[in-house]
């Protein structure tokens, strides 16, 4: 079965500070990979996804994220955080076997900036 | 504003009860998603269909259920409801249902069972 594990659950950082946030996958197959944020009190927002191709794929607000197959990895950076970047950060993937586009999440990060 | 609406946004009952949440999808999109977000068990999968058709089951309870209408809006069923069903549950859609679509995400419905 596909898990995903986001290792850092809260994150405190000041502005203009990097972030990297951790994200690591189990299944032998191949996938599609997502970052998503929800900022409070908000619906989920897609920040970017690797589909195929460059596995250096940038997203929305700056931010970016790097697949490392042999690694099972899928961490997401920004070289520099702003207050408005405080929410939580959720993993998912896809697995491409099946014919859904069913997510599967990691457990999300708290992101908190403060200015 | 993804597009994709829902309704109630907020939902207080009693345990035992029966509620219907409701979504509807972005305008074009033939896959509906339901997901469960909770404290403990995180966002969760619960059931996709498409066009009508379920497509898909993750952990979804037996006492819930789900359904596609002709229309494309789809409602969940959350029965003999428990303390522990209390979750906001989020509906999102994509295009096709396939394995390259985005999925938009609703803004939730947040379900308190007292």
């Known amino acids: 079965a596909q898990s995903v594990s986001q290792h850092n659950h809260h994150v405190i950082l000041s502005e203009a500070a990097s972030l990297e946030l951790g994200c690591n996958y189990s299944y032998g197959g191949t996938v599609n990979l997502f970052w998503y944020v929800q900022y409070p009190g908000q619906h989920l927002q897609l920040l970017l996804k690797?589909?195929?191709?460059?596995?250096l794929v940038k997203g929305i607000k700056g931010f970016e994220a790097e697949f490392i197959k042999s690694k099972f990895s899928f961490n997401l950076r920004k070289p520099s955080v702003q207050w408005s970047d405080t929410a939580e950060y959720f993993c998912?993937?896809?697995?491409?076997?099946?014919?859904?586009?069913?997510?599967?999440f990691g457990q999300g990060t708290t992101l908190q900036v403060k200015p | 504003d993804s597009g994709v609406t829902q309704t109630p946004k907020h939902l207080i009952t009693a345990t035992g009860q029966r509620v219907t949440l409701r979504c509807s999808p972005r305008s074009g999109d033939l896959s509906v998603y339901w997901y469960q977000q909770s404290l403990d068990q995180g966002l969760q999968f619960l059931i996709q269909y498409y066009n009508g058709e379920e497509r898909a089951k993750g952990n979804i309870l037996e006492r819930f259920s789900a359904q596609q209408f002709p229309d494309l809006h789809s409602e969940l069923n959350l029965s003999s409801l428990e303390l522990g069903d209390s979750a906001l549950y989020f509906c999102a859609s994509s295009r096709t249902g396939g394995t390259v679509d985005t999925q938009y995400f609703g803004p939730g419905t947040r379900l308190t069972v007292l």
């Open positions: 998912a993937v896809n697995a491409r076997s099946g014919n859904t586009g069913k997510l599967i």
């Open positions: 690797y589909f195929s191709g460059d596995p």
